[in-house]
C-alpha cells in the first residue's frame, strides 16, 4: 500500500525555498466549494507523537505542506521509517537515536515537540534550541520546567538542550506563562508524561482542538489522559504505547482563512471538511460584523451580510479569538466603515502585516498592542512583502480585494502552513497566479 517515498533523502539535505511570487487580479467575489486539509497544527506534533512507540502508526488526513516535509525528516533523522501515500503517512520507530539534527530542527518551531516523545521513550534527548521567528521570541521555559518537573535533569548549551531522565516520575505541574497557556508545552509535557511512573497533572494545560486531537492519537496508543480539552489534564502512566491509525482533525486556520477571503471579496463559499465548533470566536466576530455562516453536517458557508460593522476583537487562548486567525480578520476589517480594533494579546509582534496593508492603502495606526483600522476604503494593487505564515495569508486576501494588481513576494512562508492555497483560491474564481522568480 506504501511505496517508499524519495522525497526524505536520509541525508536531510536542505530544502531550498524557490522564491516564488504570486500575482493577484484583485475585486473578484469568491463563489463556491474548497476542500480544507488536515490541521498543520495538530500534524505536527503527531507525527512526533509516534516516537513514542516501535510499533507502526498510520495517520490519514495528512496536509501537503513544507513543515510537514521538514517535519518528516527530522523523524527521519531521528531513524524512523517514514512512507507516505496520498494525505496517509505511515512511520515506524522501531529504533530511534535521542539526537536531532541541529540544522533541520532549528528551522521550524514545532519541531521541539521531538522532546517530549524522545524523553519519555529513551529518557535522553538532545534538540537544537527551535527558531525564534518574526512573531515574537518564541520561548521554551514552558517546556521545560514541565519535563523537569517529571524528573528530566536539563542543560542548554551552545544552542542546544540536553535531556536526561532515569525515569520519568508523575507530578503535578502548573503550566501558565506571562499570556498564559503554551500549546506545543502542553502536548510535549503531556506526552512525556504518557510513559511516566503514576499520575501528571497538568493545570493550565491549552485546549486548543489540535491538543485534543493529539490527546485522542494518544489515548489510541494506549495512553491514560483525563480531562481532555479542559484546563486541567490528568495523564496516568503507562508502560508502553502501541502503534495506532487515526485521522487528523480539519484545519480550523485554512478554513477561517477561506471564510474571510469569501467576506473580502463579497463572495460565498462553502468550507467543506471544516467543523465550524472549532471557530466559535472567530464565527462569532464574524457574524457580530455583518457576515452570514451557515453550519451544516460537513461544512459551514461563509459570505458577507448587507449592512457591515465594526468590531473589536483580542486574541485569546481558545477558546478565544485565535491569534492564528488575526491578520486575515484584520484585512475584513480594513472594508468595514468605521473603527475596528485588534488587540493581539499571545504574541508581542505579530502586526508585521500591517505596514503591508497600509501599502494597498488600508490606514491603521499601532497603539502597543492594539491596532486601530480605520476602515471603509477601498483597497488598491501594491506589490507586497510577505514575512510569515498568517500575515503572507492576509496579504493574499488582501489582494484578492484589491482593485487592480497585487504582487505577494516571498511566498514560501504560505506554502509552509497552507496546502495548495492558490490552485484552491483559482478553483473558487480567484485570478491569482503563481510566478517563480
Ligand atoms: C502554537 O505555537 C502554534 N504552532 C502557533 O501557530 C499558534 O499561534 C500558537 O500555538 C498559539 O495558539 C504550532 O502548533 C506548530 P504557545 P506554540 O506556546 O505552541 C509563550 C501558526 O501560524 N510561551 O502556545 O509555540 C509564547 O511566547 C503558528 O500556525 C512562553 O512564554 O505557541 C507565546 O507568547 C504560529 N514559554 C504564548 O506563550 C514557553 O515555553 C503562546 O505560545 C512557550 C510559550
Not at 201 to 227: S, T, W
Request: charged letters at 20%; one cysteine or more; glycine letters at 10%.
Amino acid at each position: 500500500m506504501f511505496e517508499k517515498s524519495g522525497l526524505f533523502a536520509a541525508n536531510g539535505g536542505w530544502v531550498t525555498f524557490q522564491m516564488d511570487k504570486f500575482v493577484i487580479d484583485g475585486g473578484h467575489p469568491l463563489h463556491g466549494k474548497v476542500k480544507i486539509s488536515g490541521a498543520k497544527n495538530s500534524t505536527l506534533p503527531m507525527l512526533a507523537a509516534c516516537l513514542l512507540t516501535e510499533e507502526p502508526c498510520i495517520i490519514h488526513n495528512v496536509p501537503h505542506l513544507d513543515d510537514v516535509d521538514f517535519m518528516l525528516e527530522i523523524l527521519q533523522s531521528l531513524g524512523a521509517s517514514v512512507e507516505r501515500q496520498g494525505t496517509t503517512v505511515r512511520i515506524q520507530s522501531a529504533k530511534i537515536t535521542p539526537f536531532g539534527d541541529y540544522n533541520l530542527i532549528r528551522k521550524m518551531r514545532g519541531s521541539i515537540c521531538i522532546l517530549g516523545p524522545l524523553v519519555g521513550r529513551l529518557g535522553e534527548a538532545t534538540v537544537s534550541m527551535p527558531g525564534g521567528c518574526v512573531i515574537g521570541t518564541r520561548p521554551i521555559d514552558l517546556h521545560l520546567k514541565g519535563l523537569r518537573a517529571l524528573g528530566t535533569r536539563i542543560e542548554v548549551e551552545s544552542g542546544y538542550v540536553h535531556a536526561k531522565a532515569i525515569k520519568l516520575r508523575g507530578n503535578e505541574i502548573f503550566l501558565g506563562g506571562r499570556s498564559g497557556p503554551t500549546v506545543l508545552g502542553t502536548i510535549n509535557v503531556m506526552m512525556a508524561a504518557c510513559l511516566a511512573e503514576g499520575r501528571t497533572v497538568i493545570d493550565c494545560a491549552a485546549c486548543e482542538p489540535e491538543v485534543v486531537d493529539v490527546a485522542r492519537f494518544l489515548e489510541a496508543m494506549g495512553a491514560k489522559i483525563e480531562g481532555i480539552g479542559s484546563p486541567s489534564l490528568i495523564i496516568h502512566g503507562v508502560d508502553r504505547l502501541g502503534g495506532a491509525e487515526y485521522s487528523v482533525i480539519p484545519d480550523r486556520i485554512e478554513a477561517a482563512t477561506f471564510a474571510l477571503a469569501a467576506a473580502v471579496t463579497d463572495g460565498e463559499v462553502f468550507m467543506e471538511d471544516a467543523d465550524l465548533q472549532h471557530l466559535s470566536a472567530v464565527a462569532d466576530k464574524m457574524q457580530e460584523a455583518g457576515c452570514e455562516l451557515v453550519r451544516s453536517e460537513n461544512g459551514f458557508l461563509a459570505r458577507r451580510g448587507k449592512l457591515l460593522q465594526s468590531v473589536d476583537i483580542t486574541t485569546q487562548p481558545h477558546p478565544g479569538f485565535p491569534t492564528d486567525a488575526q491578520a486575515q480578520m484584520m484585512v475584513f476589517m480594513t472594508l468595514i466603515p468605521g473603527i475596528s480594533i485588534i488587540t493581539e494579546r499571545i504574541f508581542e509582534s505579530r502586526f508585521m502585516h500591517v505596514n503591508e496593508l497600509i501599502r494597498l492603502g488600508a490606514d491603521i495606526s499601532i497603539e502597543g498592542p492594539s491596532a486601530i483600522v480605520k476602515g471603509g476604503k477601498k483597497l488598491s494593487g501594491a506589490p507586497v512583502m510577505a514575512s510569515d505564515l498568517r500575515a503572507s495569508a492576509a496579504l493574499v486576501l488582501a489582494g484578492l480585494a484589491a482593485r487592480g494588481r497585487t504582487e505577494v513576494s516571498r511566498v514560501y512562508h504560505i506554502d509552509r502552513g497552507y496546502e495548495k492555497i492558490d490552485a484552491k483560491l483559482e478553483a473558487l474564481g480567484g485570478r491569482i497566479e503563481r510566478v517563480s522568480v
